[in-house]
């Protein structure tokens, strides 16, 4: 049945000792072009499933995803509700929707607007927590308030970083080696 909705699932592991975590995402099928046991996804979609390039995925096909008829957006940045009365709301969904085939409850969409881009996490759905935007699909949007800006709950540097526990930081292009943080 077209258009092809698949249900992509990654296992990572979190931790030595800790459960496995399962990450999910609904997609579409751009095309069958990759290599045989190589899928090509954008990076916001391996993002989302916690993934590195060349991670593993499992992928199955999904029947009677029910299209959206209601979905609830919060957004990461306080400008972004400026952005959109500017272009107006339904300009602004239009564009960010045109690069999603699905919707999840928990799932963070990019829109992107020249160099600006804004986050929104999908925090309700209906008529199901997944739903399809394939076809005539009349969704009705609303907002949640701006609650503040995203922080990950992670500890601070200065307190992680030791000789056996390193922290990682990603370098700048045309930036020089990091020097040893200790003085």
Known sequence: EFPLMMHVKSVKKAGPRSKSVAYNQFCGVLEFSAPPG??????????SLGLREGGRVAFKSVKNLPKGE?????????EFIEFAAALGVRN???LA??????????QTIVIQYGRDKYELDVVELQPRKS?????????KVEFAPYDGPRIL???????????ENPVLRPRQPNSQKPRNARR
Do not use: C, N, R
């Open 97 to 106: 929707m045109q690069h999603y085939s699905a919707l999840s409850v928990g």
């Open 70 to 78: 209601l979905a609830k957006f919060q957004p990461h940045q306080k």
């Open 131 to 139: 739903v399809s935007l394939y076809g005539t699909v009349d969704l």
């Open 153 to 163: 709950d992670l500890p601070p540097a200065e307190e992680v970083a030791s000789k």
């Open 92 to 94: 602004v969904l239009e």
């Open 38 to 47: 190589v899928a090509h996804m954008p990076l916001w979609m391996i993002k």
